[in-house]
């Protein structure tokens, strides 16, 4: 290796911002995390701020001067905004335009009508696995969870039965699939490849849905006999359109982001060629920016001209998509600032250091990290931020396929028991008319169940691949 190249390498390691030893390190993510814990779950502080206050806390408790932690802190937020938040914003542009389409009826009408009896769980994991693809989880819960209310109640069928499977296909969408929020912000903090990611995602995706969809319901109707609260069942999203678009248009437009990526993947496959014309047409209109910027662009064509949405109430529903992210997009930010500051401070090269005595597996850690910071915050996004960051350098030596393994292991860990400091726990619980006692036995553990599945088959697929 030349002067020149070692010079280079050496430079894109960053200095660490304190001298602190392992032991002074290991504090200050305690206490770090501690803060952030204590803000949001007994001060009820938005995550944003105690995200904030949490990375400042931890470069105070690691004996790193203050600007130098303000200064990594708004480097980790600026390289993870400008990462994702393109993706996260034209992502809830496109589930704006589903839903306000009437899109998103057609295809729960579409297929409802399909079903009959004992099929209808299934039924219920396909829409919600469909619709969740290009939705938040928030969104997906106030778009979806309506429908099962109004098919429990129409059909006469048990609620626990079509609800937990269409939570569970929006949660494992959420926590698996990109271009979700969390498996995004874990793709970019591991540098992993993002085609392999979706199709491995997915991958694991398909037997963790049916295991926690439709097979635990059985058990959760037993546990819980939950009746329809009429109170929650609102007007359908589409009633005043005059005409929606049809089904195979939709499915198209939800699926063509996702259809894109994979279709870069396979070409990096096939071809392994950087210089190669396809191949580099492929990396243009893969890359997740420019699946989901075609995506809205062609849903304005197949959703919003189709419900005969004008060019003003076109601009209208892009303004009020990206509206309620700002939130999210802060959160975001900040997790990637608290990421920046614990590997600043030379905490990722600590856990590398101690972790090469360690028998545990990489991915197990990963695991493990996501589902104590998942118990502690509360918040899936957090926690796969937080876990990202920590076990970021562990990462480098991996191979394309582990490194999108140990991205799932971590998504699989946050979303391991959402309890009452989870706001998806409330939201759960007042649309079904839940007790906390019931949305412990059916959401919570329907949480668990996804993670330690997920994560089992993240570790069974490292072991074959």
Same mark, same amino acid.
């Given at each position: 290796?030349?002067?020149?190249?070692?010079?280079?390498?050496?430079?894109?390691?960053?200095?660490?911002?304190?001298?602190?030893?392992? @032991?002074? %390190?290991?504090?200050?993510?305690?206490? =770090?995390?501690?803060?952030?814990? %204590?803000?949001?779950?007994?001060?009820?502080?938005?995550?944003?701020?105690?995200?904030?206050?949490?990375?400042?806390?931890?470069?105070?408790?690691?004996?790193?001067?203050?600007?130098?932690? +303000?200064?990594?802190?708004?480097?980790?937020?600026?390289?993870?905004?400008? =990462?994702?938040?393109?993706?996260?914003?034209?992502?809830?542009?496109?589930?704006?335009?589903?839903? !306000?389409?009437?899109?998103?009826?057609?295809?729960?009408?579409?297929?409802?009508?399909?079903?009959?009896?004992?099929?209808?769980?299934?039924?219920? /994991?396909? +829409?919600?696995?469909?619709?969740?693809?290009?939705?938040?989880?928030?969104?997906?819960?106030?778009?979806? +969870?309506?429908?099962?209310?109004?098919?429990?109640?129409?059909?006469?069928?048990? %609620?626990?039965?079509?609800?937990?499977?269409?939570?569970?296909?929006?949660?494992?969408?959420?926590?698996?699939?990109?271009?979700?929020?969390?498996?995004?912000?874990?793709? !970019?903090?591991?540098?992993?490849?993002?085609?392999?990611?979706?199709?491995? =995602?997915?991958?694991?995706?398909?037997?963790?849905?049916?295991?926690?969809?439709?097979?635990?319901?059985?058990?959760?109707?037993?546990?819980?006999?939950?009746? /329809?609260?009429?109170?929650?069942?609102?007007?359908?999203?589409?009633?005043?359109?005059?005409?929606?678009?049809?089904?195979?248009?939709?499915?198209?437009?939800?699926?063509?982001?996702?259809? %894109?990526?994979?279709?870069?993947?396979?070409?990096?496959?096939?071809?392994?060629?950087?210089?190669?014309?396809?191949?580099?047409?492929?990396?243009?209109?893969?890359?997740?920016?420019?699946?989901?910027?075609?995506?809205?662009?062609?849903?304005?064509?197949?959703?919003?001209?189709?419900?005969?949405?004008?060019?003003?109430?076109?601009?209208?529903?892009?303004?009020?998509?990206?509206?309620?992210?700002?939130?999210?997009?802060?959160?975001?930010? @900040?997790?990637?600032?608290?990421?920046?500051?614990?590997?600043?401070? =030379?905490?990722?090269?600590?856990?590398?250091?101690?972790?090469?005595?360690?028998?545990?597996?990489?991915?197990?850690?990963?695991?493990?990290? @996501?589902?104590?910071?998942?118990?502690?915050?509360?918040?899936?996004?957090?926690?796969?931020?937080?876990?990202?960051?920590?076990?970021?350098?562990?990462?480098?030596?991996?191979?394309?396929?582990?490194?999108?393994?140990?991205?799932?292991?971590?998504?699989?860990?946050?979303?391991?028991?959402?309890?009452?400091? !989870?706001?998806?726990?409330?939201?759960?619980?007042?649309?079904?008319?839940?007790?906390?006692?019931?949305?412990?036995?059916?959401?919570?553990?329907?949480?668990?169940?996804?993670?330690?599945?997920?994560?089992?088959?993240?570790?069974?697929?490292?072991?074959?691949?």
């Amino acid at each position: 290796m030349t002067r020149l190249s070692v010079e280079m390498l050496a430079a894109d390691v960053p200095e660490p911002i304190t001298s602190a030893g392992h @032991a002074q %390190l290991g504090i200050a993510v305690l206490a =770090g995390i501690a803060v952030i814990v %204590l803000l949001i779950t007994k001060y009820k502080l938005h995550a944003f701020l105690a995200l904030t206050i949490g990375s400042l806390a931890l470069g105070a408790f690691a004996g790193a001067p203050l600007d130098k932690a +303000i200064s990594s802190f708004s480097a980790g937020l600026g390289s993870t905004v400008a =990462g994702v938040g393109v993706l996260i914003a034209l992502g809830a542009i496109l589930g704006k335009m589903l839903a !306000d389409s009437g899109g998103a009826d057609q295809i729960v009408d579409t297929i409802l009508a399909k079903a009959k009896g004992r099929t209808m769980p299934w039924a219920m /994991v396909l +829409i919600a696995s469909v619709i969740g693809l290009p939705l938040f989880f928030e969104v997906g819960v106030v778009l979806l +969870i309506p429908v099962v209310l109004i098919v429990a109640k129409r059909g006469n069928f048990s %609620l626990m039965r079509i609800g937990i499977p269409a939570l569970a296909g929006l949660s494992v969408m959420h926590g698996l699939v990109p271009p979700h929020p969390g498996p995004l912000v874990a793709i !970019d903090a591991l540098s992993a490849n993002l085609g392999v990611t979706l199709a491995l =995602g997915v991958l694991v995706a398909i037997p963790t849905v049916v295991i926690a969809g439709p097979l635990f319901a059985k058990y959760a109707d037993r546990w819980v006999d939950a009746q /329809v609260p009429d109170r929650m069942i609102p007007q359908r999203a589409s009633e005043d359109l005059e005409k929606r678009p049809g089904f195979g248009p939709t499915l198209f437009t939800i699926l063509l982001p996702v259809v %894109l990526m994979l279709g870069r993947a396979l070409v990096e496959i096939a071809i392994d060629d950087p210089e190669n014309g396809v191949q580099r047409v492929f990396n243009v209109i893969g890359s997740p920016m420019m699946a989901l910027l075609v995506s809205v662009l062609v849903g304005i064509f197949t959703l919003g001209m189709p419900a005969g949405f004008s060019k003003d109430r076109i601009s209208q529903l892009v303004e009020k998509g990206l509206a309620p992210i700002a939130g999210m997009l802060l959160i975001v930010g @900040a997790g990637g600032g608290f990421k920046q500051t614990l590997i600043d401070s =030379g905490v990722g090269q600590m856990i590398m250091d101690i972790s090469k005595d360690w028998s545990i597996p990489t991915l197990l850690l990963g695991w493990l990290i @996501a589902v104590a910071i998942r118990l502690a915050t509360g918040s899936a996004t957090v926690a796969t931020i937080s876990a990202a960051g920590l076990v970021a350098p562990l990462a480098a030596d991996l191979s394309t396929t582990h490194a999108a393994l140990l991205v799932l292991a971590i998504g699989a860990g946050s979303i391991f028991f959402s309890h009452v400091n !989870d706001a998806g726990f409330w939201l759960v619980k007042e649309y079904f008319g839940l007790s906390v006692g019931q949305t412990i036995k059916t959401w919570s553990v329907m949480e668990t169940i996804i993670s330690v599945v997920a994560g089992g088959l993240v570790l069974l697929l490292s072991l074959v691949i």
